[in-house]
């Protein structure tokens, strides 16, 4: 192949992938479609002298990424009307690929088209929401003193990516699940200098979550206030959130609270500043005395460590997997069948454990008599039980387990999700689930999983993965709302999903050259993963925090999170090497 068809077969492979400035190898991990480096702080381009029109726009935009005092810096590059008019609070558009098209020049006026591929919006918040399409508008210049500034802009501000992603991090707050018993991520993109970083995720927290989280969470920083400054925890001022010394905060407005509510506001407290590299301790001060007098020398994560967002339960119940129908255990050097009905197979084509290992549900096909159509139940029971049909149709999910196991999901005839759950006769009882918000979505759901907290559900509808908000009302009815598009640029349609973190979503895609990927929740974030060692197609994704299990056209694979990126390719499960099966965790 010559080296222009080397170059034209790349670039086919970059935009299926979304738009990617390079081709990820197949055993390295690579952003794909979104971002590709972590973002750092970098300076502002001030206006040039003698710049042209076209070099001063792009010089703009660059401007554009320091939201300080009303994008102050971007104000600049405008003529004092423009200034006076601009609102740059509008909305907030990423686009990659951007082109400054020459519309006009005549004199002292010029005039282009910015036309662009849209990747993402920025809202109130810093809360990202992916989106695709074209941005296009035209921008007037005009040259006043020998120099050129912008005089007619679109309302809002347009960032280009790379430079977005220089400088703006992503950070988690994390609000309470409905049980008080876990913390629940809410990623949020902040442009603030090292030292100023506590003091904005604080202010952020107290605030609360972003509006599609709010029914699902509490925050027990609701009716607190924040007070200034926030300090090392000797009380400097020099350096806050940056190195050794910890931190100081005090708040206001703590004195209603009861001994479990001051737990739960310092476990959100000390994960949203653990997870975005703030070391400890944490000395939290209310209303001039120690939060709990338990922790005068400060909060570390092992003082909350009930709540933290990463605990998997995938240790203590071990991997299973589904093999011929029937449900076996796996060790390092064996497979062991289980009693009962889950391990008697074959009629099940999928199942799910629950989190502490002692129910499962499984969807068992079956053939009536004197039917051509077979028939799919969702079987619940203990694992080495019996089980009992709670719910049938002509399709169902692979069933997936709520936060506190009380309940089991599946999705009935590719639209109806239903959940399962004992009445209080003791019988099991599937009742429908609101899904009207996520009716014009598709037609066919073809994934359903709870994520770990049950706060969030990641679903495949019509081969395109979506995130939506699990909402329970005061009858105790429950409805899904706030669904957002999360892998915008996959390229190939999903085939199967599984939640790793709360804030992160492992997606096989129907592809040869990259056939799996994570997702973050928000959709800023695509990375692909190794495909070394995997024969597409993935029929089946499975995954915890540091591990995630696939099944492909050959056997079953798992890849280690923390090995070292040069050493992180697919090897064959201890136990099922050689065996075509289905990997199955907790939940």
Same mark, same amino acid.
């Given at each position: 192949m010559n080296r222009g068809a080397v170059a034209g077969a790349l670039a086919v492979v970059a935009?299926?992938?979304?738009?990617?400035?390079?081709?990820p190898s197949s055993s390295t991990p690579q952003a794909i479609g979104t971002i590709e480096r972590e973002p750092v702080n970098s300076a502002v381009p001030e206006p040039t002298p003698g710049r042209e029109p076209d070099l001063l726009l792009r010089d703009f935009f660059a401007a554009s990424t320091d939201?300080?005092?009303?994008?102050?810096?971007?104000?600049?590059?405008?003529?004092?009307?423009?200034?006076?008019?601009?609102?740059?609070?509008?909305?907030?558009?990423?686009?990659?690929?951007?082109?400054?098209?020459?519309?006009?020049?005549?004199?002292?006026?010029?005039?282009?088209t910015i036309r662009a591929n849209r990747v993402g919006e920025l809202d109130a918040g810093g809360v990202y929401r992916a989106v695709e399409g074209t941005f296009e508008e035209t921008v007037e210049l005009v040259r006043s003193g020998g120099e050129w500034r912008i005089d007619e802009l679109p309302p809002g501000v347009l960032l280009d990516r790379p430079q977005f992603l220089r400088t703006y991090q992503r950070k988690a707050l994390y609000f309470l699940d409905p049980t008080g018993t876990t913390t629940v991520p809410d990623l949020r993109w902040i442009a603030a200098p090292p030292q100023d970083m506590a003091e904005t995720l604080m202010r952020m927290?107290?605030?609360?979550?972003?509006?599609?989280?709010a029914s699902a969470v509490s925050n027990q920083l609701a009716d607190v206030t924040l007070d200034e400054p926030i300090t090392k925890a000797d009380g400097r001022s020099v350096g806050v959130g940056i190195g050794f010394g910890g931190l100081r905060i005090e708040f206001s407005g703590t004195g209603t609270l009861d001994v479990v509510s001051r737990?739960?506001?310092?476990?959100?407290?000390? !994960? %949203?500043? /653990?997870?975005?590299?703030?070391?400890? @301790?944490? *000395?939290?001060?209310?209303?001039?005395?120690?939060?709990?007098?338990?922790?005068?020398?400060? !909060? %570390?994560? /092992?003082?909350?460590?009930?709540?933290? @967002?990463? *605990?998997?339960?995938?240790?203590?119940?071990g991997l299973h997997a589904l093999r011929d129908g029937a449900l076996v255990r796996v060790t390092d050097d064996q497979i062991t069948a289980l009693p009962g009905y889950f391990g008697s197979g074959p009629g099940l084509r999928s199942i799910a454990l629950s989190r502490d290992g002692s129910l499962a549900a499984g969807v068992a096909t079956t053939q009536r008599p004197g039917q051509s159509d077979q028939v799919a139940s969702l079987m619940v029971g203990p694992v080495e039980g019996l089980a009992t049909s709670v719910v049938e149709g002509g399709t169902l999910t692979r069933p997936t387990w709520a936060f506190d196991d009380s309940a089991v999901w599946t999705v009935v005839d590719g639209s109806k999700v239903?959940?399962?759950?004992?009445?209080?006769?003791?019988?099991?009882?599937?009742?429908?689930?609101?899904?009207?918000e996520i009716a014009g979505l598709g037609t066919n759901i073809t994934e359903f999983r709870l994520s770990r907290d049950g706060v969030r559900a990641a679903a495949i509808i019509d081969?395109?993965?979506?995130?939506?908000?699990?909402?329970?009302?005061?009858?105790?009815?429950?409805?899904?709302?706030?669904?957002l598009p999360v892998a915008v640029g996959l390229g190939s349609p999903a085939v199967g999903l599984d939640w790793s973190t709360g804030d992160a979503i492992v997606v096989s895609r129907a592809a040869s050259d990259i056939p799996v990927v994570t997702v973050s929740v928000d959709g800023s974030r695509m990375d692909a993963l190794p495909s070394r060692n995997l024969t597409p197609p993935v029929v089946s994704v499975d995954a915890s925090p540091t591990m995630t299990f696939v099944a492909d056209s050959r056997a079953v694979f798992q890849l280690n999170g923390n090995d070292p990126l040069g050493d992180r390719y697919w090897r064959e499960v201890p136990g099922l090497t050689g065996v075509k099966a289905i990997p199955v965790l907790p939940g």
């Open positions: 935009l299926l992938i979304g738009g990617c400035a390079s081709v939201p300080t005092d009303r994008h102050a810096a971007a104000r600049q590059f405008l003529t004092a009307d423009e200034n006076a008019t601009w609102d740059d609070s509008a909305s907030t558009s990423i686009v990659d690929k951007v082109d400054v098209l020459p519309e006009s020049r005549s004199g002292d006026t010029a005039s282009y927290l107290v605030a609360g979550p972003k509006p599609a989280l737990d739960r506001m310092a476990a959100q407290i000390v !994960w %949203t500043l /653990a997870n975005a590299d703030i070391p400890g @301790p944490y *000395v939290l001060m209310g209303d001039g005395k120690p939060l709990d007098d338990r922790y005068v020398n400060g !909060w %570390t994560t /092992a003082d909350v460590s009930s709540t933290n @967002p990463a *605990v998997s339960a995938e240790n203590e119940v239903v959940r399962a759950a004992r009445a209080p006769s003791g019988e099991l009882v599937a009742q429908p689930v609101d899904t009207a081969g395109k993965v979506y995130v939506t908000t699990v909402q329970s009302r005061d009858d105790g009815t429950y409805r899904l709302v706030g669904a």
